[in-house]
């Protein structure tokens, strides 16, 4: 595993940051932590990151503990924070070859690997330009450039593509699909839903200073109580049939969306050949059928919204921000 | 070896980016050459500089380095660069001396600034460079050490460098450079600006004392 957390718990004063934090991120695997603002998704980075010290639970990089002592697990990783924080009197050369400095790298690989990363990102011309002079989206690729150039085996990233242009987004995500190719592994966090559902092979929903789920997209999915939805497109579609359709077919809850769209319901796999014999032996016409999944946003509100409910009527409250 | 690299890279960016921004220039240039010059232009003899000189390099060093510090600590911290050093694999303390290192050097380079003006205008042959350069190295270290306590505490540039003045201020006064005041000179005798201004003081007289010591003896 290249990042195991166990107990994490972090209290600032008597507000609640996270409490009993848990999860494992294979090596190689582009891992979502989603959660609303205030969840405490920042302090659990902070706290796997160095930047701030747990009050107990453990960390563990590539199997060794390294909780009581960060730093010597910083070489391990990279880090691309929310905002870009280079040097803005610097240029994007310097900024990365300091950032190489950082990490022990010697200055003739430190030139290389800079004009690489600049190549690779696509800023070879705007390289000698100061970094404040770059616009929202080459700062973002730059810092995301910095926080690769010791060759990490593991990326946090925070927010990557907030606030940019499509275009640019597009590209970064292409570029950390690129690097999770080459086997780097990838904690993310981001308010993006899309692009966590695009990048993520398994995903958190973090609440309140807690983990409430853990799983692959599709486990994810499939805990929403809706489970299967079907959409039929018919030559016609009325309330009772509706009605004889949830009658015939057990286990399924037929629902009239508009004249000729029928949803239907269940909790398991739905074999759609009687249910086209259903029809043809009335005289409709099935034009269309297909599957509706929820989204990983459905899962993402019916998730956290269930949970701070749950929240609130156990009275947890006074949680940080 | 590989921290001590990420060291020097630390020093030699704070010196390229900060010794010529705005609040530096402003707080740990301009105004120490000013204050050199208006205390060098006041003085009547050569014997006054040779007096007024120590306490002018003090406080060259005082100001040059609490403004420095306010600058590459609390700039970082609000631009979060910083949180990029802590960040990195660099020891915590490495990482500290690195940043205070370079205020050190900035503040040292300072006192050099009137020691320039001032042998211009007397013979400063008088003086025990290695003495003078003791005490320059320890006014900068005690100096700095004062103005990373203020930058640490504070979250905006003007913050630290309003914070830094109500140290540096009532150092120069208590100090007596204005005024003799025996009673305010002894209760600041153990200031970062004071004991070492002495020290400078003795330096900068070494020679000649012993020069004359030896005539009398």
Known sequence: ?321 | MRHWEAFWCIVLKDMRTYYLKPPNLSWGILFPVAWTGMFFIRSQTPVDIRMILPGVMAMSILFGTTSMLAVTVTFERKGRSFERLLLSPVPLRLLMLAKTGGAIFFGIVNACIPVLIASFLIDISGIGWAALAGSVALIAVSSTFLGLFIAVSVSEVFEAQTFSNFFRFPMVFLCGLFSPWPHCRLRSSRSVICFPSHTVRISCTMRSTVRAACRCG
């Open chain 1, 1 to 321: 595993m290249a990042i195991e957390v166990s107990g994490l718990r972090k209290y600032f004063g008597r507000l609640r940051a996270v409490e009993n934090v848990e999860f494992s991120v294979g090596e190689g695997e582009i891992f979502g932590f989603l959660g609303p603002n205030g969840a405490g998704k920042t302090t659990t980075i902070n706290m796997l990151t160095g930047l701030a010290r747990p009050d107990s639970g453990r960390i563990r990089y590539f199997g060794r503990d390294y909780t009581a002592d960060i730093k010597q697990a910083q070489h391990l990783m990279g880090i691309v924070p929310d905002e870009s924080n280079l040097y803005p009197e610097l240029t994007g050369r310097e900024n990365l070859k300091f950032c190489a400095a950082l990490y022990g790298m010697p200055g003739r690989e430190r030139e290389q690997r800079s004009s690489r990363l600049l190549e690779t990102f696509g800023l070879t011309e705007a390289a000698e330009r100061k970094f404040a002079t770059y616009s929202r989206g080459m700062k973002r690729k730059l810092t995301i450039a910095a926080g690769i150039i010791h060759r990490p085996g593991i990326l946090f990233l925070d927010e990557p593509t907030s606030g940019i242009d499509v275009a640019s987004a597009r590209q970064i995500r292409s570029l950390l699909s690129g690097l999770n190719r080459r086997g780097t592994t990838i904690f993310l966090t981001t308010h993006y839903i899309e692009e966590a559902e695009r990048l993520c092979a398994r995903i958190a929903f973090i609440v309140a200073g807690r983990i409430v789920r853990v799983g692959t997209l599709d486990e994810l999915m499939s805990s929403l109580e809706a489970g299967h939805v079907v959409e039929l497109l018919t030559s016609a579609g009325t309330d009772q049939l509706a009605a004889e359709l949830s009658g015939e077919f057990a286990g399924v809850r037929a629902e009239t969306v508009e004249p000729g769209r029928t949803r239907l319901y269940c909790r398991k796999r739905l074999d759609l050949a009687p249910l086209f014999g259903f029809f043809e032996r009335r005289g409709i016409e099935v034009s269309e059928a297909r599957l509706v999944r929820p989204s990983l946003e459905d899962v993402f509100v019916r998730v956290t919204g269930l949970e701070i409910a749950k929240m609130d009527n156990g009275g947890h409250r006074g949680r940080r921000g």
